[in-house]
């Protein structure tokens, strides 16, 4: 290790105790809520499918839940913070949510949920549960993982702008797939998976182990968790049509509503995007709520119901002591120039 790579690692882990005291010191002034969003919960993995979706380890999980807990947090149900929000009652509470429903939800988080006795929102991709195929967007990854740069690079050429200088294939594929041309996408996930040879028993495999079941969702139900809808296929819905978007979105309601029992109340938006047709949809099937992936903790003047804060967590731990003290400062600041 080179004498900066050194320093460099010195002076991170002194910011990381900055900010893990200052946040506990100005916790006890701001008292105000925030909300965790989480993807996969699992060991650390340089896989395209887990940057792309992004992932805590059960250890880093385990010291967020700390972190929130030294600060003097108390863990509640996403529904009970909306009602305190809704009545102005703007308490020093913590809701986790979980975004997609990945399996290691189930195999990693939910036994530390458990331990701490902690509820948590599962925000489902209705179509993943007991599914024998991969999602779209899975298959595209899973596919990327498998193949050789050589052989991704003249399939990207024929479907998108591909150029071989690519600095990062994560950021390349993810403007790919928020491209407006939806049958283009099917195809090249197409292509991809058949080049990858992932054939109809491997992908039936790939998917019982990557998703959740019914019967996963079932237990955890009965310990704490709340299934709330987050569309049955996770397309980026500012890329829909009006037909399209209310089809994503109904159809995971009902999903819910028919495969698992209890009407979802919230909906969280695949890829934090938005716009009027969603909101709208969202109100007319009756949904109180949407959660974004906008970082912030929740105070009087940021709060809307359809437009819900959100602070994703991911493994690199130090970001999410640095985001909570930076909002703590800006709301102390605020209101000092009131
Ligand atoms: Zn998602």
Known sequence: ??????????????LKVFYFITSIFLANIVRKPVILCLHR???PS???LDRRVGFT?????????RFMKIMGYEFVPLDELVNMIEIGKYKKVAVITFDDGFKDLYQNAYPILKEFNIPFTLFLITSLIDSKELLWLHKLYISLDKLHLKESESILKSYSDYASNIEDMSVFIGKVIHSKDKKNIIELMAAMSIAAKIDEGEEKRLARDLYLSSKEIEEMKSNGLTV?????EHWPLTNLNEEETEDEIV???RFIKEELGGLPKYFSLPYGTTNKYVIDIVKTSGLKGI???KSQIITESSVDLYNLPRICVYDDIKEIYKIINKYYVKYIYEKLQQ
Request: aromatic share 2%; net charge positive.
């Open 1 to 14: 290790m080179s004498q900066v790579e050194i320093l460099l690692m010195k002076s991170n882990s002194i």
């Open 291 to 293: 959660a974004t992936i």
């Open 251 to 253: 159809s995971s309601i």
């Open 228 to 232: 709330e809808t987050h569309g049955h």
């Open 41 to 43: 919960v699992k060991a």
């Open 46 to 48: 340089k896989s395209l």
């Open 57 to 65: 380890s059960p250890n880093n999980f385990k010291k967020v839940i």
